[in-house]
C-alpha cells in the first residue's frame, strides 16, 4: 500500500493552485504527486476550509479481538488437557 503524502505538501500545492501557477495538473507535476491528490485536496479544502488530512476511519476489529478471551481460555484447557493426557498415559504404563 502507498504511504499518504507529507502534511507539509498540502499547503503549498493550494497557495500554487490559489496563485494560478498553472492547472491542477502541472502543479501535480510540479510537486510529483497525482493529480487525484491534487483535485482531492482542492475539495477537501473548499469543503472543509483546512488542509490537514481527514481522520482514519479505524477499519473493522480483526477476528481475534471480538474472541481474544474466548481464545485464551480454550489455550490453558488445551494445555491442561495434554498434560492430563500426557499423565494418564504415563499412568497405563506403569
Do not use: C, W
Not at 502507498?2 to 496563485?19: D, E, K, T
Not at 493529480?35 to 472543509?48: I, P
Not at 488445551?78 to 498434560?83: H, I, K, V
Request: no cysteine; glycine share 6%; net charge positive.
Amino acid at each position: 500500500m502507498a504511504r499518504p503524502y507529507s502534511q507539509n505538501l498540502g499547503r503549498p500545492v493550494i497557495r500554487a493552485y490559489q496563485n494560478k501557477e498553472g492547472s491542477q495538473r502541472q502543479i501535480a507535476q510540479r510537486f510529483q504527486v497525482s493529480l487525484t491528490f491534487v483535485r482531492n485536496l482542492l475539495r477537501h479544502y473548499r469543503n472543509t476550509g483546512i488542509v490537514n488530512p481527514k481522520q482514519h476511519g479505524g477499519g473493522p476489529k480483526t477476528k481475534i479481538e471480538n474472541n481474544f478471551d474466548f481464545l485464551i481460555q480454550l489455550n490453558i484447557l488445551t494445555s491442561l488437557l495434554s498434560r492430563f493426557v500426557t499423565y494418564r498415559i504415563m499412568l497405563v504404563k506403569i
